[in-house]
């Protein structure tokens, strides 16, 4: 509702010659403003748990961390040229080095960073950056261009990446990964270093490592393999550049300052340990993407071995054991995951489907329908229709299938075909 309430008001704005202007809260200049602040940081909090189960869903294995990482984050937050916005800040389970934020301050940064960081300052730098996209309103600003754009298409055309049910996923959910996801300006990235940078200063670290984060960002970019680090490029694209004014913006502000390397070691020496079972999953996934099944499950059993507590683990195997036509052991490390982890859409997603498959019609519907409830998608949708009609609920399996109609597509085309056979 919230989603189509910005999109029919920007271009309402746009087309009568409305849409006002505004101070940006960081530089100071005025900029072309068509969602009020009260609309930002609705929208940022409406989104902030769906996008991060887009993008891995929270890393719960070690709590302190993710403690730690906000106490940071607030930090820079209160030197920041918007200290009262909502500031919230999360780790995601996700490998790829990564971070992003929402508007109103809804910031997240993926365990695959972390890992890649020395210091506290180096996390200082990212954490500043985003930050300033969110006091800046870089990604409001983002969303108006692409609603005018596109007349009335909230949203900036983005697919998710990494995410199995990237063109399934619907609603305001949608906008959000596509808003955490999409590219910014190279102002806008630059702006967000500068910026950032001060805020290190200010609040005592070291903005020399904000030059040394770009330095690393751009070796990483050399030297990656194709695919592996495109969310981060696509989103926060390095060069030598940024390099470059970074380093002179910290000449001229003065370097020195708080680097905190050894409590930073101390706070990832967990994620340190776990590292083998991640790098064993994501071997697995790729190992299960090119059909190599029984390998694949030898990954993940060891990576199980090195920590049972973690539910993407179970899933996976859970997934691998659907590939291999095993629906029954599949559904035993489904219910783990959920378990593990019940709030998780993908894990309670798994668990509709491969109880559906295994005609459990009720259990079926609980887990798809708790899927739905944090991030609806038009594949559960289509299979609550076939549920529904299954159980001769007529109006819902009409009422499911006209949803999963709107998203297009082979699920959108599937219940249209089903729709017309239940007006025959």
């Known amino acids: 509702m919230l989603t189509r309430y910005l999109a029919i008001a920007a271009i309402a704005l746009a087309l009568t010659g409305l849409g006002g202007c505004s101070v940006n809260p960081v530089t100071g200049e005025k900029q072309l403003s068509l969602i009020s602040e009260n609309q930002e940081l609705a929208l940022g909090a409406e989104q902030y748990t769906p996008t991060q189960q887009t993008q891995g869903g929270r890393f719960y294995i070690d709590p302190e961390l993710s403690i730690y990482v906000r106490d940071v984050g607030q930090k820079l937050a209160r030197v920041s040229d918007r200290p009262d916005l909502p500031y919230e800040f999360v780790v995601l389970n996700n490998s790829v080095p990564n971070a992003w934020a929402l508007p109103g301050g809804k910031i997240a940064i993926n365990r695959g960073l972390l890992v890649e960081l020395e210091d506290e300052a180096q996390l200082a730098s990212v954490l500043g ?44 959910a949608a906008l959000g990964a596509q808003l955490a996801l999409a590219q910014y300006s190279q102002g806008d990235e630059l702006e967000s270093d500068a910026y950032g940078i001060r805020y290190m200063k200010e609040a005592g670290y070291d903005p020399q490592a904000a030059v040394e984060l770009q330095q690393l960002f751009l070796k990483l970019s050399e030297g990656r393999q194709s695919g592996w680090l495109d969310g981060l490029f696509a989103t926060h694209p390095p060069s030598a550049k940024r390099v470059q004014e970074n380093q002179e913006l910290v000449q001229n502000i003065g370097s020195g300052g708080y680097r905190g390397r050894d409590v930073y070691q101390r706070r990832i020496a967990k994620l340190k340990e776990l590292q083998p079972a991640y790098d064993a ?35 996976l195997r859970g997934r691998i ?29 798994y668990s509709g489907l491969n109880e559906l498959e295994l005609n459990n019609l009720g259990k079926a519907k609980t887990h798809l329908e708790k899927a739905n409830q944090v991030v609806p998608t038009s594949i559960a949708y289509l299979r609550l229709g076939d549920i529904a009609r299954q159980q001769g609920q007529r109006s819902e399996a009409v009422a499911y299938y006209s949803t999963a109609a709107e998203a297009g597509g082979d699920v959108g085309a599937e219940a249209q075909r089903k729709l017309a056979e239940l007006s025959n």
């Open 129 to 172: 950056h985003e930050i300033v996209h969110a006091a800046a309103r870089h990604s409001v600003q983002r969303m108006q261009q692409g609603m005018l754009i596109s007349a009335g298409v909230a949203g900036l055309g983005f697919a998710l990446s990494d995410n199995e049910w990237a063109g399934l996923i619907m609603g305001g």
């Open 321 to 349: 054991y659907r590939g291999m036509e095993q629906p029954e052991k599949a559904k035993a490390d489904f219910d783990k995951a959920v378990s593990l982890y019940p709030e998780m859409f993908q894990y309670q997603l």
């Open 281 to 315: 999953h994501d071997e697995a996934m790729k190992l299960a993407s090119e059909g190599k099944f029984e390998a694949a499950l030898d990954q993940v059993n060891k990576a199980i071995k090195l920590e049972p507590r973690e539910a993407m683990l179970f899933a």
